[in-house]
């Protein structure tokens, strides 16, 4: 690494940049930009899960007084071959899922548009549908690879003849259902066509590679497209790629000549944004009498659509989490009459790590160890498949520290034999771990004659505090104080950067920002440290010196701890406490670093409790498309939770030492929760979410 930065105001709680532009309504999100001339489109959903929409009769619609035109397959511009069968809006009267875009409304107010949107009339040619997975289902298959490019299988040694010697063995299934996406800020885009091009005010997690895909889309040049998105109001990895509500917004706008705004609503939100693919997981695991893993077997069935092929990677953290003599992990998938799963924080991690940190857990229960001791028992002292050194792993570290916080020693290992009043209350602990890696970006980093500089790169603040903690590194990386220094972020004109995913945002843009501001500063000393009238700017690339560091296992651990109170009468789960530990490099910010840990480890909880899609067999969806029926936490909810930290000091990863914080929160919660949960009745629950009823069942209510 050519220099590191010297953190100053780096680790130290600087509040977010555009705080008071947020908490006074002066960001303007996707939706709030304004255009002269703006007309409102509104989608049109298909009522069927499978078949042909037969004909469209738009002759109500259109006589609304304000409507200006609907779009269906028939009229919509033809957009010749579309890769992603999700973004081909509009161009075949086929139904791959209830809940597809089958028409568009666009009308002078968003009112008329929705109100003529209820009144197309469209017919259909229903066929039967198949949208049920079941680890049986006939139409699983092996798909080439897993998200974003993981063997689909992996093996080592011979694990069937290792479970069948093995001491003692745990042979467990556990399910997740489908998890819907709803950020705060539902999809949205503005639309303005000008001289054959097209600029889309949206909602996206990273504007440069949504031009791409966009302009290939709509068979435009990517120089022809631009997408601006200075604030977004949330992602969890649904707005990572674009939506079929920007294409429809592009080509409405075409259709009529003039700006066209759409969103999705909140119900829209369950059908066409993505979601986290249902999972069915059978995890089996063979030890010695001492709690030694001879086995680690992980396999998955899993979903994804007929329109577009997404292998969640279910399975991969089972690659790397513990030393096992032998493994073998799988991923089966079946196309079905469903919408595209996608990213949901976190993707693979979460859901894996569930049926993992469970099976420790029963683990733990059949060789009488405690389930920390059996963690640091099976401790790797490299990443067991590839065989590289990790860069840092300090989860034994984390699973210490968290026990000492927590009182973990007070905890009688004996289930179910802790109570309070009509409370049965129990502890549970889990492991967590993320990927460490950033991504190609570029940068530009301009000093102005001012003594302010100016920083521009095509990321994205999600609400993560991105743009704040740029501002850090690159004030440290000019010593200056961040006050000199502006950030641009959130347009595709700006220099090509990584997308806001796979908690490599900051590390990414990080590093092109340090890159480019060590070339401003040659620059700057060429001019003997003057900066002209006009200023001076320079730029970096970090696609060689990512493509050229150290192999390393690089990744976050993490442990959460839970406290768990279980209504022996009702069944109701309320988390008491929580506390997770992480190690995750250098934290750059503890502010808004808590804040994601803290965010994280609530989506866990809500994924343990509250997070359902459930499906309906008649109709081929999911029914609950609302908060009243999609349960999430609310403040009540989430009582006595608290995130802090190792400091890890890692020279593998990048100028900040720092590994991505946005995913690790959420990984291994949920396993704690259901290990909390089991430690206070004695009874386990498999299938998430752990409903009452579910619980009651097991407690013979
Ligand atoms: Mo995240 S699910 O990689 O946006």
Redesign the pocket.
Known sequence: MATTVTPTTLGTAVPRVEGREKVTGQAVYAYEHDMEGVAYAWIVQATIARGAVREVDATLALGLPGVLAVLWHDNAPDLGEVEDGELAVLQSPRVAYRGQIVAIVVAESLEVARDAAAIVDVAYDAEPHDVELRDDHPKLYTPPKVNPNFETDTQEGDPEAALAAAPVVVDRTYTTPAEHNNPLEPHATLAVWRDGGVTLYDST?GAPRARDTIAGVLGLEPDQVRVISPHVGG???SK?TPRPTAIAAALAARHVDRPVKLTATRQQMFAFVGYRTPTIQRMRLGASSDGQLLALVHEVAEQTSTVREFAEQTAVPSRMMYASATRRTAHRLAALDVPTPS?????GETPGMYALECAMDELAAEVGLDPIELRVRNEPDIDPETGLEFSSRNLVACLREGAARFGWDARDPAPGTRRDGEWLVGMGVAASTYPARRAPSSAFARAQADGTFVVGIGAADIGTGARTVLTQIAADALEVPPERVRVEIGDSALPFAML????MGTTSWGSAIVRAIEALRERLAEHGGEVPADGLEAQADTSEEVKAQEKYARHGFGAQFCEARVNAGTGEVRIARMLGVFACGRILNPLTARSQFIGGMTQGISMALHEESVLDLEFGDYLNHDFAQYHVPVFGDIEDIDATWIEEDDPHLNPMGAKGI??IGIVGTAAAVANAVHHATGMRVRDLPIRLDRVLGLLGR
């Open positions: 997690q992602g969890f990895g990572g990213w949901m924080r976190a993707p806001a995913g796979g908690s946005g995913e």
